[in-house]
Every structure is written in C-alpha cells, then in structure tokens.
C-alpha cells in the first residue's frame, strides 16, 4: 500500500525552529515529487512547495520562498519542512502528498496529488 | 500566477439532489492539469477527478468533471450524505501547483 506518513503535533514558542517529516513507503520513493500544502485554521488549502527527492530538486511557491526549506533524505525516503524562526501565524496543518505525472501521450501529462499524508499540526504560541 | 476561483462559496442542497460547482480560472488551463479534491473536517484531501474529466481509482461515478480552458465544473449527480464535504479544485503550471478557495457543500 502507498502511503505518506507524517510526524506528529508539535506545539512550538516564536523564533523557535522545527522540521517535520513526511516518510514515503510502498512505492519508489526517488521517483515521484513531494509536495508540501498548508492549511490554517478553518481555511483553504496553499500550495507551499515542492521537492523530487531523486536529485532533491526543489520548487517553492512565491508565497513561501524564504520563509521555509523543504529537503528530503531518499536513504530512508523521507521529506522534511522546515522553519528556522517560527510565528504565530506558521500555526496551521500541514499536509504532504505525492505528485504524479501521468502520460496522456508523448510530451502530453496529467499532473496532480494522488496520495496524501493525515498532516502535522504546527501550533506556535508563547 | 493562474488564480481559480470557485463559486459558489457554500452551497446548501439535500441528499438526492444535484451539486454544480464551478472552478474559473484567471488564464486558460490546459484541461490534462485540473484536479479536483475532497476534504470532510479532519481529514486530508482526497484526490476525485483528474484531467479535468477523469475519476481517480475508487471514486463513485456519481461524480463527474468537465469543461475546458478557463471553466471547469464538478458535478455530484445524487448527493449521498457522505458527499457533504469541501471541494478544491487545483491546477498545474510552471513546476508548482495553485489551489481554488473551495467550495463547501452542506446539507440544506
């Protein structure tokens, strides 16, 4: 079975640092895009980011370049984000999910995000 | 950056009816890069349709999506209870992903 496993509720102060974790199993963990999305409270879903751990290319939304980093360790096909100084508006849920490419025809693809991780609750408060 | 914006914001139906939301983008969107998504409170996404017209493994035909270039729709022909959710549409362009606002079908 495919499945993301995320780590679990963190509770964290501001200016605090914290890297969670999205562990990849039962498919081929160098060959698919990871994707990061956030969710605040009682909110909609934001693309953050991106990351193929095969070569740890990574992507970011204009929206969170600079404000986090997402890396990945393919040895034990996992995928990170992190924040060196955490605020209280960091306080969301954050989800990872796999991104296919799918071929329609040569040069023709369908992409998007068939599996998802169950999240990690980030919580930032003093 | 395409924005997709989703109307209407909540729509209130019973079980048994028809659901019609719409995704709108601001530039067109090559139908092989719109997804659209299922989430019930507390729960991940759930992955329903996928070039724009294509049910994802698992997904009753009740659900279906159409459209082309900068209007796509997904249509809930016979609302069950468990379809009560929030609905996102998505596409794909330049190596990253944008979400719609999403649509939140309750129970009337």
């Known amino acids: 079975e495919v499945q993301l496993v995320q780590s679990g509720a963190e509770v964290k102060k501001p200016g605090e640092s914290l890297k969670i974790s999205c562990k990849g199993s039962?498919?081929?963990?160098?060959?698919?895009?990871i994707g990061w999305v956030r969710q605040m409270p009682g909110k909609g879903l934001e693309w953050m980011g991106i990351?193929?751990?095969?070569?740890?290319?990574?992507r970011y939304s204009p929206s969170f370049q600079g404000q986090v980093t997402i890396s990945a360790d393919k040895s034990i096909s996992t995928a990170y984000l992190q924040w060196s100084s955490l605020k209280a508006s960091d306080t969301a849920m954050y989800y990872c999910?796999?991104?296919?490419?799918?071929?329609?025809?040569?040069?023709?693809?369908?992409?998007?995000?068939?599996?998802w991780g169950k999240g990690t609750t980030v919580t930032v408060s003093s | 950056e395409i924005v997709l914006t989703q109307s209407p914001g909540t729509l209130s139906l019973s079980p048994g009816e028809r659901a019609t939301l719409s995704c709108r983008a601001s530039?067109?969107?090559?139908?092989?890069?719109l997804a659209w998504y299922q989430q019930k409170p507390g729960q991940a996404p759930r992955l329903l349709i996928y070039?724009?017209?294509s049910r994802a493994t698992g997904i009753p035909d009740r659900f279906s999506g159409s459209g082309s270039g900068t209007d796509f729709t997904l249509t809930i022909s016979r609302l069950e209870p468990e379809d009560f959710a929030v609905y996102y549409c998505?596409?794909?362009?330049?190596?990253?992903?944008?979400f719609g606002g999403g649509t939140k079908v309750e129970i009337k």
């Open positions: 999910a796999r991104r296919v490419q799918g071929v329609i025809m040569p040069g023709d693809y369908y992409y998007y995000m068939d599996v």
């Open positions: 039962g498919y081929s963990f160098t060959s698919y895009w």
């Open positions: 990351i193929y751990p095969g070569d740890s290319d990574t």
């Open positions: 530039q067109s969107v090559s139908s092989s890069y």
């Open positions: 070039g724009a017209s």
């Open positions: 998505q596409q794909y362009g330049s190596s990253s992903f944008t």
